[in-house]
């Protein structure tokens, strides 16, 4: 219920975008076109912010539309999740939709919807975690901080800091317990950072070497 309403509100409200939003529906574009973020184009750090645009262009299509469905998609998933993150933590239906309509009613910018939607799901992915500590909720709390990470990197390093903080501080288990997750965790998070910086920075050397080869042979064949 609360998807749907949140969904259709921010749909049938939406008059248009701003420019800044259309920073990364150009960069999605490009994505399209067979350009890769860093190797192509500058890339302030949100590559998944371009990625997830372009995969839903290519599913249903260029235009804005795709992105106004794209965006109240995400706000809808956003407030769906705070609905159960407010009701796991009060107990409480009432409370879960007064957070729900607070979080819809502020109405945020289209291009905040990660700003919106990764801090919901990382404060239920927390609270899941420390409710039953395990191996399968710490991997998935880590794979949402490298998500997180490659939408904009400050997320990642606001969001992963905070999780660090909800794995060391868990109730109930030792110190060592706790040292060790948190251990487990770091290595997880920085493992799925480094994959991604080591491919962008692989396709940046690859993409000067071409540069560089096409480069010598316009030399070469300008001379001969």
């Avoid at 150009?26 to 998944?48: H, K, N, S, Y």
């Avoid at 645009?53 to 290519?58: D, G, N, R, V």
């Avoid at 993150?85 to 239906?93: H, N």
């Avoid at 919106?116 to 039953?132: C, D, G, M, S, T």
Wanted: proline share 3%; net charge positive; no cysteine.
């Amino acid at each position: 219920m609360v998807f749907v309403g949140t969904f259709t509100f921010r749909f049938l409200s939406l008059t248009g975008f701003t420019d800044d939003h259309h920073v990364h529906v150009a960069g999605a574009q490009q994505m399209r076109a067979g350009e890769w973020p860093t190797r192509d184009f500058v890339d302030p750090g949100m590559p998944l912010m371009y990625g997830t645009s372009a995969a839903m262009q290519a599913v249903l299509g260029g235009g804005l539309v795709t992105e106004a469905l794209l965006i109240s998609a995400a706000f809808a998933a956003a407030a769906a999740g705070t609905t159960v993150l407010a009701w796991r933590l009060t107990g409480s239906w009432v409370a879960a939709l007064i957070a729900a309509a607070l979080q819809v009613t502020i109405y945020p910018r289209t291009y905040s919807y990660p700003k919106i939607l990764l801090y919901a799901l990382a404060v239920l992915a927390i609270v899941a975690y420390r409710e039953r500590p395990g191996f399968a909720r710490l991997l998935a709390l880590a794979a949402l901080v490298v998500v997180a990470f490659l939408f904009r990197h400050d997320h990642g390093v606001f969001i992963g800091a905070t999780a660090l903080v909800g794995i060391a501080l868990v109730p109930g288990e030792s110190i060592r317990a706790r040292m060790r997750a948190a251990g487990v965790y770091v290595a997880l998070v920085l493992s799925g950072v480094a994959a991604n910086l080591l491919a962008a920075g692989s396709a940046l050397a690859a993409a000067r070497i071409a540069a560089r080869i096409g480069l010598i042979n316009t030399m070469v064949f300008t001379h001969l």
